[in-house]
């Protein structure tokens, strides 16, 4: 049977901060990931270790992670393309590990992402490479990574329109999808990069990858650019999908597709979650649930719900400090309340 326990994938410091232009100092980053933390999320998309000359705005993440609070019970994640990104990943776990026993305890880092696309076009925007070249590019990644004990998670952008290439075939991201579970990805986030999906679009695309995925180990990654993005995430749970990425305030957006908005806010989710009597996220994708609270948390939050007031004053506090519009209509209404 479906569960009722949705795990909410927090993207807002990697996939919300790549799109702005101006620099934001790596503390400011790592402040960002410590509210979140103690807002409770418990997965946490952290940064990419990607070519700086490509975005160069998250070239700070090393440093970001040496900035972080240890966040208990949590799952950090970074993003990779390629094995000079993983290699990072690696040199900054084992730096971690010194020795010295005033060192900070090593970043939390449990957790790669790996990423491709549904269309050769939007892959060579972003990478450089067709699909097949980026999936043969991204098999020895995934299994260095899990070597190590890494989880590793998969994308897969523009599963319904390509900003290059139109109209996506939903059979390419059934097959793009399978590559990568077949890789190791215990789960694949299916990417409306563009955020032109509705519930009838995305619908057709999910009934075609659960002919072959089981939607238990597939999640949800839409950009809000046409305001759908909470309507795509209840007709994905409708179709048995429990994850789903978000972004607070709704920050973000992707340098390769031009005019798309930030992810669904992780206000705008939580809020709308509560309201169907689905859980909230405690970090595994199948530990026990744990109720979304509205009230403020005790200071003790381990292992503890996520709290709508600190994700909502976490999303106005960075959109003021990178002077843009806090896009969360439920953490501005809870603030104006
Ligand atoms: P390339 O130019 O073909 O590769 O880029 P290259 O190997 O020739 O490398 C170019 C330079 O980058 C070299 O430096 C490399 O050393 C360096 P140079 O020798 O010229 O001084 N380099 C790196 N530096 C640091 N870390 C690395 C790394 N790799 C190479 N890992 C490449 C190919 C894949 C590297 C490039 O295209 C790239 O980095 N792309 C990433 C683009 C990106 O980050 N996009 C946003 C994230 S994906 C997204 O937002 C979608 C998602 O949210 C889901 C959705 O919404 O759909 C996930
Ligand atoms: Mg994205």
Not at 99 to 122: G, R
Not at 139 to 160: D, F, N, Q
Not at 211 to 229: Q, V, W, Y
Request: charged letters at 20%; hydrophobic letters at 35%.
């Amino acid at each position: 049977g479906k569960s009722n326990f949705v795990r909410i994938v927090e993207v807002g410091p990697r996939d919300g901060l790549q799109n702005e232009s101006r620099p934001i100092p790596p503390p400011i980053k790592a402040e960002l990931i410590n509210k979140l933390g103690q807002a409770g999320l418990r997965n946490i998309e952290a940064g990419s270790f990607v070519s700086p000359k490509w975005v160069p705005q998250l070239a700070g993440t090393a440093e970001v992670l040496s900035l972080i609070d240890p966040i208990p019970n949590t799952h950090l994640s970074v993003l990779v393309p390629n094995s000079k990104g993983l290699d990072e990943v690696f040199r900054v776990l084992s730096a971690s590990v010194s020795p010295d026993s005033t060192a900070k305890p090593p970043p939390p880092v449990t957790e790669v992402a790996i990423f491709t696309a549904a269309t050769d076009a939007f892959s060579r925007a972003n990478t450089n490479v067709s699909v097949s070249e980026s999936l043969t590019r991204l098999e020895p990644v995934a299994r260095a990574a899990l070597a190590k004990g890494l989880r590793v998670r998969g994308y897969v952008s523009v599963i319904v329109t390509c900003p290059y290439s139109g109209r996506v075939d939903p059979r390419r991201v059934r097959d793009v999808s399978r590559e990568l579970i077949q890789m190791g990805c215990y789960e694949v986030s299916l990417g409306d990069t563009t955020g032109t999906g509705t519930p009838a679009s995305v619908r057709t695309v999910l009934e075609e990858v659960c002919k072959e995925i089981d939607p238990s180990r597939l999640a949800g990654h839409f950009h809000d650019t046409n305001g759908t993005a909470l309507a795509n995430i209840f007709t994905a749970l409708d179709m048995g999908l429990r994850s789903f990425d978000a972004s607070v305030g709704g920050l973000g957006g992707c340098p390769y597709s031009p005019g798309a908005t930030g992810n669904v806010a992780t206000e705008d989710v939580v809020y709308a979650l509560a309201g169907e009597s689905f859980y909230g996220d405690v970090g595994e994708p199948h530990s026990a649930p744990s109720p979304i609270s509205l009230s403020v948390p005790s200071p003790k939050w381990d292992f503890g719900p996520i709290s709508l007031p600190l994700l909502a004053e976490t999303g106005a506090w960075i959109s003021e400090t990178l002077g843009r519009e806090n896009t969360s209509r439920a953490g501005r209404a809870y603030l104006a309340r």
